[in-house]
């Protein structure tokens, strides 16, 4: 390309893959991700040196949390509907998709709390306690992030900001949805089902 | 309208419209001019350098001569841990942060970093956690575990002060920054490279800080955790690192050293490219070995996470696991012995001119293959059983921390201040600057190592006299106010300079990079055309020599002015073909608010006080909303555009 290409022929803004913002939100995730996987890492590195049986009370129980994971799963699938909507120019589709992955990660929210309820211990009972509830924690702190970017961009969409060639911040959170969707079947691999294989 | 001739006056005037930051307090805390951040992270962390300085002066006045008793034990253990969190997280780090930020745009022929509202915040949260470490002092309670806080005493039972709260909270708040300024670095590497800048045309100072930038991506998670666990356990009595509840106190030194060995890489790898980029135009020849020298930059980078366990070595972990550290850990001599031969045979074949910056340069390589032979005997694991804990690691930390990163750093302020002030320091204080600080500093530090060898150990505030240390400390202690001086020269010279030096003139080095073909100091728009890239020293090229080679020379003069904005051309990510005018956003308070919003939510924390962490939460959610909600011309403009799809 020409120099004089450059300033007559190129888009004016970057997206998509172009967009700097998107960037952002890539790294941003690589971050998170690494953040979880230290989490994990301390915890198989706990659970290694343990005397005695691990989990100490025994393997959590997947009553509640196998359906939550297929609800969270659902929800990346709701967000996917929602974003191809946008990249159509179908503004209702954006809307009731962002809406309903709202509500099923409020869900999870809610039947995570339930579970905690249950719980026979605390974060203060032993090292486990403390790492279960840290580690689901943060998740569960990722969740409420992921549903309150949610909220700002359904408060967009109802506001009709986005088109077709523009709606990189709906991208941009459904990116970050999927990760927290992604990472979470990382943790619950690892605290629900890995101790029942052992 | 964008055009391709030489930039009239006009046009200079349209972009400085479109690109200057208003003077006066709104300007100050709204600039998102990646040269402004840049200046203001020199400064800042050369106040933190100052400040963590004062502390070893008190240090070493109570280790001149036995038996003193200057400051007390707590004190001293106050003083030596934040010296120490001082130097790496607030001084050396951000030192070339500043560096990075205020050089790579210039660099790379681009008006700005990738993310400038990311880039504003990583500076204030920066200063943030900085002031927030240091109000420690005020109530008397700083951190006092040492810079790497072993459990368990930095438990609560054993530590009950707020002390290692700050520490925890601190390093958390500090990592938010750190984090975002690495993103923006990382981006700003793949996108904004001018037309024609392939990757490997860029100066090594960029694959040192991107290497730096992700490796910070990769651990720093790391120290975040620990350190959330940490906090969580003192404050909220969980178990993480408590044995007595099956808690693992080597978990906090895995986590710790994960980030930690790899943090001497961040701390190092900029300031070695600083060194590549500086020596060539001092050699006046290009670097040896380009390529060797990037790659060998990555490798140590990689290896870098391969090796954290070597500070680990006298806790009793498998025999297995030391020999595969202890081996790892030789390796990485191999990509610095690139490095380093590169750099010696650049200045071996050039033709050297002994300015300052030149014998900064040069001395730096002298220290780095001192601490890396120190090094490397330590990754003896017998060796390192017998040093473990003793003068002689702190020798070796210095030489590697003070030489890889101070002389460069003052080196790269030699060389590149003249860009930022457009003044000249003075070349004979500087050769005063340089040998006060070569010679106060191997006075120093050298005999560190013997005091280590005669069974000294470090973090003791006294020692009784008869053991054979008075003299080497009494050396160390004048050797350390020696290179205190020397620092206290190059103040001195900067001073001087901004009022009596020598005017600059855009390139008075005759460089080799993009940064000399701008004034100096360069415009708010860095640039009037974007420049077209052709080889990786563009203001050395002779366009006569390529044309007869067939090759296209780089065009510095003409290109496009993008004038219609705040626009840059963003580019592939390997080749640099031009994809897309961005649009750049502009100042804003929202990061500064932000940052401040967090200190009020950290300082919650602390105390703890609910209703501040409450009133610093919704601060920052107000923050992100207002700074992610589109302006009015931003939305008229998708508007527009939709209209005419």
């Known amino acids: 390309m020409t120099t004089a290409a450059i300033a007559t022929e190129l888009p004016r803004d970057g997206r998509g893959r172009h967009a700097l913002g998107w960037w952002g939100m890539v790294f941003l995730v690589v971050n998170e991700a690494t953040f979880f996987a230290y989490l994990l890492f301390s915890y198989f590195y706990v659970a290694s040196a343990a005397r005695g049986t691990w989990p100490p009370s025994g393997s959590p129980e997947l009553k509640i949390a196998l359906p939550n994971t297929i609800i969270l799963l659902i929800s990346s699938g709701t967000m996917v509907w929602a974003e191809r909507g946008i990249t159509r120019g179908d503004q209702e589709r954006l809307r009731i998709g962002l809406l309903i992955t709202f509500l099923l990660g409020a869900l999870f929210i809610v039947l995570q709390g339930i579970e905690y309820g249950n719980k026979m211990f605390t974060p203060q009972s032993d090292v486990y306690g403390s790492l279960f509830f840290t580690i689901t924690g943060f998740h569960g702190a990722h969740v409420v992030a992921g549903l309150l970017m949610n909220l700002f961009v359904q408060v967009r969409a109802w506001a009709g900001h986005f088109t077709a060639r523009r709606h990189l911040a709906v991208s941009n959170v459904a990116l970050y949805w999927h990760f927290v969707d992604v990472v979470w079947l990382f943790v619950f691999a690892s605290l629900y089902i890995a101790p029942r294989l052992a | ?645």
């Open chain 2, 1 to 645: 309208m964008a055009t391709l001739a030489p930039p009239a006056p006009a046009v200079d005037d349209r972009l400085t419209r479109i690109w200057e930051t208003p003077r006066g307090i709104g300007g100050m805390l709204s600039t998102v001019d990646h040269k402004t951040i840049g200046k203001r992270y020199l400064v800042t962390s050369f106040v933190f350098l100052v400040l963590g300085g004062v502390e070893a002066a008190v240090m070493r006045a109570q280790l001149i001569h036995s038996n003193l008793r200057l400051v007390s034990p707590e004190v001293y253990n106050q003083l030596y841990s934040m010296h120490g969190v001082t130097m790496m997280f607030l001084y050396a780090s951000p030192v070339l942060s500043g560096f990075s930020n205020y050089l790579w745009p210039l660099l790379i022929g681009s008006r700005d970093m990738a993310v400038p509202r990311l880039n504003a915040l990583s500076y204030w949260i920066f200063l943030a956690s900085g002031i927030f470490l240091y109000s420690s002092f005020l109530v008397g309670q700083a951190p006092n575990d040492g810079w790497f806080a072993y459990a368990p005493f930095s438990l609560r039972p054993y530590d009950p002060g707020l002390n290692m709260d700050y520490y925890a909270l601190g390093l958390v708040f500090l990592a938010v920054s750190t984090t975002v300024g690495a993103i923006n670095f990382i981006v700003t590497f793949f996108k904004l490279r001018a037309p024609g800048m392939s990757v490997n045309r860029v100066p090594i100072i960029m694959w040192g800080t991107l290497t730096a930038s992700v490796a910070i991506i990769f651990s720093l998670s790391s120290l975040t955790v620990a350190c959330i666990y940490l906090f969580f356990e003192r404050r909220f009595g969980m178990h993480f690192y408590d044995p007595a509840a099956g808690g693992q106190p080597l978990l906090w030194q895995h986590l710790f050293w994960i980030l930690a060995h790899p943090w001497v890489y961040v701390v190092v790898l900029p300031a070695m490219g600083i060194v590549s980029d500086v020596i060539p135009t001092f050699a006046r020849r290009p670097l040896v070995g380009y390529t060797f020298v990037a790659l060998a930059t990555v490798a140590t980078g990689i290896l870098g996470f391969g090796v954290w366990v070597h500070h680990m070595f006298a806790t009793g972990l498998s025999e297995m696991s030391l020999s595969f550290f202890g081996a790892a850990s030789m390796v990485i001599a191999i990509p610095s012995a690139v490095a380093v031969f590169a750099w010696i045979a650049t200045i071996w074949t050039g033709r050297p001119v002994f300015t300052t910056a030149f014998l900064f340069m040069a001395g730096f390589i002298i220290l780095f293959v001192i601490g890396g032979v120190s090094g490397v005997v330590t990754a003896a694991v017998p060796f390192d059983w017998q040093v473990t804990d003793t003068y002689f690691v702190v020798g070796h930390i210095h030489y590697v921390l003070i030489g890889i990163n101070v002389f460069p750093v003052v080196g790269g302020l030699y060389y590149w201040l003249p860009k930022m002030t457009g003044r000249m320091l003075s070349e004979r204080l500087g050769k005063w600057n340089f040998w006060v600080m070569f010679v106060g500093f191997n006075l120093g530090f050298f005999p560190m190592h013997i005091s280590g060898l005669l069974g000294m150990p470090r973090r003791i505030y006294t020692y009784p006299s008869g053991l054979g240390w008075d003299t080497a400390n009494l050396i160390t202690s004048i050797g350390a106010y020696l290179f205190a001086v020397g620092v206290l020269l190059f103040v001195i010279n900067f001073f001087w300079s901004l009022r009596r030096g020598r005017v600059a003139g855009p390139d008075p080095w005759r460089g080799p990079s993009l940064e000399w073909s701008t004034s100096s100091p360069p415009p708010p728009y860095n640039f009037a055309v974007i420049p077209t890239v052709r080889s990786a020293y563009p203001m050395w090229e002779r366009p006569e020599q390529r044309e007869e080679a067939g090759k296209e020379p780089s065009q510095l003069d003409r290109g496009p002015v993008l004038d219609q904005g705040r626009e840059t051309v963003g580019t592939s990510s390997l080749d640099g073909e031009p994809l897309a005018v961005l649009q750049m956003p502009s100042d804003s308070y929202w990061p500064f608010l932000l940052a401040f919003s967090l200190l009020v939510l950290f300082f919650g924390l602390l105390a703890p006080v609910w209703a501040l962490v409450v009133i610093g939460g919704v601060g920052l959610l107000v923050c992100v909303i207002g700074w992610l909600w589109p302006t009015r011309e931003e939305r008229e403009l998708a508007m527009r555009e939709e209209a005419a799809a």
